[in-house]
């Protein structure tokens, strides 16, 4: 069985699929050969498709990238991945990362918005410097040269986001919040 790598976002400029196919072409140039088969499943749609699909055909990568549309049950999707990709030019939270890592992901990503602060690089996955394409292939070879760490490094991940990120975690400080205004309102009333 190969390896599936994956991403869920819309197809936009910010997402950094155009940066994805550079590194994969840099590989391809290098001479790089992972020791086993690996795809790129790219779930969501949006108005850069064609230009992404074009891209990649340039590259001589198109074989190696599916784009599979719009992700109706996303925790299935990440489910049948063994890592998570998300090279992106800007995030905030990056909501999909924590998802990736929350079901045993590592995460290749960009170390912008959130994602520099919850991924923790070559421990539970690889962070990069964004828009940086030899990083960005850098990663991706060692992920691929090495898919008897991916495991490890998913259940780090997973380790490490659950307990900040869980729905425990939120409601806890959610109601912390409402403890702290509470006792402002009775203070003020006072």
Not at 142 to 159: F, I, T
Not at 170 to 180: D, K, N, P, W, Y
């Amino acid at each position: 069985e190969g390896l599936r790598l994956g991403s869920l976002g819309r197809l936009h400029t910010q997402k950094g699929y155009d940066i994805l196919i550079d590194a994969l072409e840099i590989l391809k140039k290098r001479g790089f050969t992972a020791p086993v088969p690996f795809e790129i499943l790219i779930a969501g749609d949006g108005l850069d498709r064609d230009k992404i699909l074009l891209r990649a055909q340039f590259a001589g990568v198109a074989h190696q990238i599916h784009l599979v549309g719009y992700a109706d049950n996303s925790q299935e999707f990440l489910a049948s991945l063994h890592v998570y990709l998300q090279p992106s030019r800007a995030e905030g939270f990056a909501i999909a990362v924590h998802e990736a890592m929350q079901v045993g992901l590592p995460v290749i990503a960009s170390a912008v918005g959130q994602i520099q602060y919850t991924v923790q690089d070559r421990r539970s996955g690889w962070l990069v410097p964004p828009c940086n394409i030899a990083a960005l292939a850098d990663a991706l070879a060692d992920a691929l040269s090495h898919p008897e760490k991916l495991a490890e490094m998913g259940q780090v991940a997973k380790a490490s986001v659950y307990p900040r990120y869980s729905a425990e975690a939120f409601r806890h400080h959610g109601e912390s919040i409402l403890e702290r205004l509470n006792a402002i309102r009775l203070d003020q009333l006072k």
